[in-house]
């Protein structure tokens, strides 16, 4: 594990600087895709500042850049365009590993002229959620994988992707689930990859092959969900960047390549006292605890209408489908992979849930929201989950929306979620994805060519 170098104020930022002689900041700011938005500021005028503006609809709008004309989303944006007041969070900045000149990069929190946090900003909207476990005396504890392709250098959007040239100097053809080989292939990229994110102090843990040909899993160590979330998002990053220098690109589209599996981003997650350290999920006796069993019964009522915040884009829905290692139900069980909801088989003082809906696509500060807001609710309202799934899940029915809008009206009529994640954050990412959705329609596929030009 990488020892962390984190700074909790302004004057240690200032001294960690100083120490890595940073002549650059990189200021970001995630937007609602997980884009990095912001600016490059000298490190003097970032000193000066500490902050910068930039207009609110920069972290509220879809993948393609467009905005809505009108509607709900003006209820919440203003519609003169007002600027955001950021401010770094000194305990995210870390380096710019591949930078020329010494260059530090530091993730921004969004304000309004109160000084209030923007309430659709995906970071504000992980706070939020935090912030009412800390209210009950807990924490939320969270550990990602996150899975990946790696695939041969596409500019041709038309042209299906492929996987890439390996040391061998051949493509795979084949699926190697969690063969070294096949992970050794790529070393020299894999290389780079640990190196920056050792720079970077990311504490990512295993890196496996997983089951489509060109796919990487990464797992990262649990903590905080806040700074996993940033991990998460450095991390992205960091691998598409490594790839670009070895002449591939890396993907973490949840469907990028037709009959291979999808790549998912499956949470671990528990809750601790914040005061003990014990978790919540077991008994003092080591049996699972009445929170355990309401926090599976809050992922199962309300995943599905969550199902747009894991699952964000219209390919996402390619990836849920039955035996494509993927779950298509909210069923849950322990050591089982056929569920959405699995509880690995761990001693009671690690006892968690794993989420197994999300995709990769996904912002992992949205999905890391939600699927803690679905785990809240359940709690709260004491919700009991169904008996445990013993077999093969997919034998049953689908349990999860089939489509982005079909989910996105399961989130809008979802009242409990909004009131949790913030009903301003529900309205523009609903009415972005309606605009992204709206986007897809107008494109013809090869798909609806091939098979209806002259058969229909």
């Excluded at 689908?398 to 079909?406: A, I, K, M, T, W």
């Amino acid at each position: 594990m990488v020892t962390k170098e984190r700074c909790a104020t302004f004057g240690e930022m200032e001294q960690w600087l100083d120490r890595h002689r940073v002549t650059e900041i990189e200021c970001l700011v995630p937007d609602l895709t997980g884009v990095a938005r912001g600016k490059i500021l000298p490190r003097e005028k970032f000193t000066e500042d500490r902050g910068m503006r930039l207009p609110e609809a920069i972290v509220a709008m879809g993948v393609t850049g467009e905005f809505p004309e009108e509607g709900p989303y003006y209820d919440v944006i203003h519609p003169t365009d007002r600027d955001m007041h950021l401010q770094p969070d000194p305990r995210s900045v870390r380096l710019v590993p591949w930078a020329v000149d010494p260059t530090a990069q530091v993730i921004h929190d969004c304000y309004d002229r109160d000084g209030k946090l923007v309430p659709f900003a995906p970071r504000s909207v992980l706070r939020r959620v935090c912030d009412l476990y800390a209210g009950r005396g807990w924490k939320p504890i969270v550990a990602p994988e996150l899975e990946f392709y790696l695939v041969a250098r596409n500019t041709d959007p038309d042209v299906p992707l492929k996987p890439p040239v390996g040391r061998s100097g051949r493509s795979e053809t084949s699926r190697q689930a969690y063969s070294i080989d096949a992970v050794n292939e790529f070393d020299p990229l894999f290389e780079d990859v640990y190196a920056y994110c050792e720079k970077m102090e990311l504490n990512v843990d295993t890196l496996i092959h997983e089951l489509g040909a060109g796919q990487m899993e990464i797992n990262f160590f649990h903590d905080h969900p806040l700074g996993l979330a940033d991990e998460v998002f450095f991390f992205k990053r960091t691998v598409r960047e490594a790839a670009l220098r070895h002449d591939m690109f890396a993907t973490f589209m949840a469907k990028p390549i037709a009959g291979e599996p999808g790549s998912a981003m499956h949470v671990h997650q528990s809750v601790v006292d914040a005061v003990t350290g014990h978790n919540i999920f077991s008994r003092e006796d080591g049996q699972a605890s009445d929170e355990f069993r309401w926090y599976i019964g809050g992922l199962q009522r309300y995943i599905p209408a969550a199902m747009a915040l894991f699952a964000p884009y219209v390919n996402s829905y390619r990836r849920l489908s039955r035996f494509t290692a993927a779950p298509i139900n909210i069923q849950w069980g322990t050591d089982n992979r056929t569920v959405g909801i699995r509880s690995p088989v761990a001693p009671p003082s690690a006892r968690r849930v794993e989420n197994r809906v999300i995709g990769a696509d996904a912002n992992p500060y949205v999905a890391l929201a939600a699927t803690l807001a679905c785990g809240w609710l359940g709690i709260q309202q004491r919700i009991e989950p169904t008996a445990e799934c013993q077999g093969d899940a997919y034998l049953g029915d689908y349990q999860l929306p089939r489509s982005l809008g079909e989910a996105l009206s399961l989130l809008r009529a979802e009242k409990d979620l909004a009131e949790v994640l913030g009903q301003p954050f529900v309205t523009v990412y609903t009415e972005v994805k309606e605009i992204e959705y709206a986007e897809f329609m107008k494109v013809i596929s090869p798909w609806e060519r091939e098979h209806l030009l002259l058969h229909v």
